[in-house]
Every structure is written in structure tokens, then in C-alpha cells.
């Protein structure tokens, strides 16, 4: 595989570096989000070791949340797991759209794909259906470091903080994704595949569960089956 | 106690998975022409999708509130070719101006 890259030049990855540096304002943004699920999981009486504990082996914050929150309203184990399923589930398309960009056999690269995260991925994504392998890696290294140092802080502080909200850090988030998405709008194809993945999720969030709606949109990519227009 | 301890696993276990399917099912084979297009096409609609639920939804709500004048605000703000830290202050500070003024 390397031999046919390297026949039409090996596509450019900007490197561990250089993906760290794009990640850090994301990391700004998560340490805000940690010191949230930190302050959530201490309310709901989970103590200050198990928050940080979760956020260092689950790396996912939607799911946390999701799960948490489940749980603190009476959910059972089953069901907050299955919540956080759903939140996560857009990593199965992610993580079959980043495989082939990665390297080594099938178990390091399932390891390498745990560092899919949502910008990382986003940023890393080169448009034409392959990725920068070091520079997705070296852009999630800040945010997951950010996740669980701000859980750490979150479920220390506990109820000391001011409601970080409050501050707005929590819009970097869609602000950042809506400045990626223009960078995708190429030409008609993918303006039609974003608006009708966007018909898609904003329809189902009313119906399904948390998460599904962004997996749903995801079928919208199937008008690619179509060929250029 | 046991039950928090035991959805921790379960979903770091169930993340993981998630995470790992695609790379293990694929191993080094590369995709198709086909399927190479509308893994490119995957981008326009993830992000779309991910902008709309972060911004005008909550739960299984569709709600209109301060994100929305942020990220539009944001939205002009990339329009008018502002420098991306620019346009992300600019979300930022709306955000928190339009909270502070309806709370």
C-alpha cells in the first residue's frame, strides 16, 4: 500500500506537531466541558475518583454525560450504557472512514483509531476520503489531556465554580464545526449531502435517542454512491 | 456505587468497540472508488449534523437560545473572512452577551 502512495507522491500529513497546536483550542473548550462532567458526576454523589476515572478510560464526553445524567435520574446500568452506544455510535463510520489512512496491523490500528475524536477527525480529514494519520493523533493528545485534567478540577472544586456555561466556552464547539463545514461545501454534491444530512438529524432529534439523529445523517454520504453530478 | 462502576466499564468497553470495528474490519485494505466518495461525503454531513444538535437542540428538544445567536453570529463573522480565533471569540463573547442580558 505504501508503494502505490507513493507512486502518485505520498500525501502531505502535517505531522504530531503541528496537529497538537490545531487541537489546543479544542482543548480550551474541553477543559471547560471536563469541569462540567466533573461537577455533574460529583452532584450525583459519584465522589471525586470515579469521575476522573471514567473520563481517563471512556475519552468520549457526549457518552459520559449521556451516561451520567441517565444514571442520576434513576436509569439503570443497561440503559445509561445504551444511551452512551447511541451518543457514540457516529465513531463506527468515523472509525471504517479513518482505517484505511492509519498504520500497522488490525490491533494497532484499532488502537490508533481510539484517537478518533470529533475535531481531530474533522480537522485531520483531507476531503478526498483519506487522513492525516500523526496530525489526527497529535491533535487529540491536548484535548485528552484537557478532558481529564478539567474532570480532575470539576470533581475536586465540586460545587465551587462558577457555572462555566455562563461564559459561553460551550459554542467553540458548533462555531468551530460550522468554520470545518464550509471548508467541505466543495461543490453541489456536498452542499446537497450536508443539507439533506442536516434535514435528517434535525427531524429525528424530536423521535430518537440522543446521538442518532447525527448517526442517521450520516446516509446522507450515499448520494456519493451517485457519482459526481 | 457498584452501578456507577459498573456503566463506567461497560461504556469505556462500548466506546472502545466502537472506536475499533472499523479499523479491525478494514485492516489495510483500501476502499473503492465508490465507497472512497461517500466516505468523503461523510464530512459534510457529520459536521452539519453536529453543528444543528449543538446548537438548536437540547435532549430530545429543539430549542432556540443564546448558541444560536452565537454560532450565527460566528457564521457572519467566517463570511466576512474573519481569522478562525476570531470568529470563535466572536461565538464566544455573543454567547455570553445574550445569556447574560436574558438571565
Same mark, same amino acid.
Given at each position: 500500500?505504501?508503494?502505490?502512495?507513493?507512486?502518485?507522491?505520498?500525501?502531505?500529513?502535517?505531522?504530531?506537531?503541528?496537529?497538537?497546536?490545531?487541537?489546543?483550542?479544542?482543548?480550551?473548550?474541553?477543559?471547560?466541558?471536563?469541569?462540567?462532567?466533573?461537577?455533574?458526576?460529583?452532584?450525583?454523589?459519584?465522589?471525586?475518583?470515579?469521575?476522573?476515572?471514567?473520563?481517563?478510560?471512556?475519552?468520549?464526553?457526549?457518552?459520559?454525560?449521556?451516561?451520567?445524567?441517565?444514571?442520576?435520574?434513576?436509569?439503570?446500568?443497561?440503559?445509561?450504557?445504551?444511551?452512551?452506544?447511541?451518543?457514540?455510535?457516529?465513531f463506527l463510520?468515523m472509525g471504517l472512514a479513518v482505517a484505511p489512512?492509519l498504520k500497522g496491523s488490525r490491533l494497532r490500528r484499532a488502537l490508533e483509531g481510539q484517537?478518533v475524536?470529533?475535531?481531530?477527525?474533522?480537522?485531520?480529514?483531507?476531503?478526498?476520503?483519506?487522513?492525516?494519520?500523526?496530525?489526527?493523533?497529535?491533535?487529540?493528545?491536548?484535548?485528552?489531556?484537557?478532558?481529564?485534567?478539567?474532570?480532575?478540577?470539576?470533581?475536586?472544586?465540586?460545587?465551587?465554580?462558577?457555572?462555566?456555561?455562563?461564559?459561553?466556552?460551550?459554542?467553540?464547539?458548533?462555531?468551530?464545526?460550522?468554520?470545518?463545514?464550509?471548508?467541505?461545501?466543495?461543490?453541489?454534491?456536498?452542499?446537497?449531502?450536508?443539507?439533506?444530512?442536516?434535514?435528517?438529524?434535525?427531524?429525528?432529534?424530536?423521535?430518537?435517542?440522543?446521538?442518532?439523529?447525527?448517526?442517521?445523517?450520516?446516509?446522507?454520504?450515499?448520494?456519493?454512491?451517485?457519482?459526481?453530478? | 456505587?457498584?452501578?456507577?462502576?459498573?456503566?463506567?466499564?461497560?461504556?469505556?468497553l462500548?466506546s472502545f468497540t466502537l472506536k475499533a470495528a472499523g479499523p479491525l474490519v478494514l485492516g489495510d485494505r483500501?476502499?473503492?472508488? +465508490? *465507497?472512497?466518495?461517500? @466516505?468523503? =461525503?461523510?464530512?459534510?454531513?457529520?459536521? #452539519? !449534523? $453536529? %453543528?444543528?444538535?449543538?446548537?438548536?437542540?437540547?435532549?430530545?428538544?429543539?430549542?432556540?437560545?443564546?448558541?444560536?445567536?452565537?454560532?450565527?453570529?460566528?457564521?457572519?463573522?467566517?463570511?466576512? +473572512? *474573519?481569522?478562525?480565533? @476570531?470568529? =470563535?471569540?466572536?461565538?464566544?463573547?455573543? #454567547? !455570553? $452577551? %445574550?445569556?447574560?442580558?436574558?438571565?
Amino acid at each position: 500500500m505504501a508503494s502505490a502512495a507513493s507512486e502518485e507522491g505520498t500525501p502531505a500529513d502535517r505531522g504530531y506537531g503541528a496537529g497538537a497546536r490545531a487541537g489546543l483550542p479544542f482543548a480550551v473548550a474541553t477543559v471547560v466541558l471536563g469541569v462540567s462532567f466533573g461537577v455533574l458526576a460529583r452532584q450525583l454523589g459519584w465522589g471525586v475518583v470515579a469521575p476522573i476515572v471514567c473520563s481517563a478510560v471512556v475519552l468520549s464526553g457526549s457518552a459520559q454525560f449521556a451516561a451520567a445524567s441517565i444514571l442520576g435520574a434513576g436509569g439503570g446500568v443497561g440503559t445509561a450504557t445504551l444511551a452512551a452506544v447511541f451518543v457514540n455510535a457516529r465513531f463506527l463510520p468515523m472509525g471504517l472512514a479513518v482505517a484505511p489512512s492509519l498504520k500497522g496491523s488490525r490491533l494497532r490500528r484499532a488502537l490508533e483509531g481510539q484517537a478518533v475524536v470529533d475535531a481531530s477527525w474533522a480537522l485531520a480529514n483531507r476531503g478526498d476520503g483519506s487522513f492525516e494519520r500523526s496530525f489526527l493523533i497529535g491533535a487529540t493528545v491536548p484535548q485528552l489531556s484537557a478532558w481529564i485534567l478539567g474532570t480532575a478540577v470539576g470533581a475536586v472544586a465540586g460545587g465551587f465554580l462558577a457555572d462555566p456555561e455562563a461564559l459561553g466556552l460551550d459554542v467553540i464547539f458548533p462555531a468551530f464545526f460550522l468554520a470545518l463545514l464550509a471548508e467541505e461545501l466543495r461543490d453541489r454534491q456536498s452542499v446537497a449531502v450536508a443539507v439533506l444530512g442536516g434535514l435528517i438529524a434535525l427531524s429525528l432529534v424530536p423521535f430518537a435517542p440522543p446521538g442518532i439523529p447525527v448517526v442517521a445523517a450520516c446516509l446522507a454520504a450515499l448520494l456519493g454512491l451517485r457519482g459526481r453530478p | 456505587m457498584t452501578q456507577v462502576w459498573l456503566t463506567i466499564g461497560l461504556v469505556a468497553l462500548a466506546s472502545f468497540t466502537l472506536k475499533a470495528a472499523g479499523p479491525l474490519v478494514l485492516g489495510d485494505r483500501q476502499l473503492g472508488p +465508490r *465507497a472512497t466518495r461517500v @466516505v468523503a =461525503l461523510l464530512a459534510p454531513a457529520l459536521l #452539519t !449534523a $453536529l %453543528v444543528l444538535v449543538d446548537t438548536v437542540t437540547s435532549g430530545q428538544r429543539l430549542v432556540v437560545d443564546a448558541r444560536l445567536a452565537g454560532v450565527a453570529a460566528a457564521g457572519v463573522a467566517m463570511l466576512l +473572512r *474573519a481569522p478562525l480565533l @476570531v470568529s =470563535l471569540g466572536v461565538a464566544v463573547a455573543t #454567547t !455570553a $452577551l %445574550v445569556r447574560l442580558l436574558s438571565s
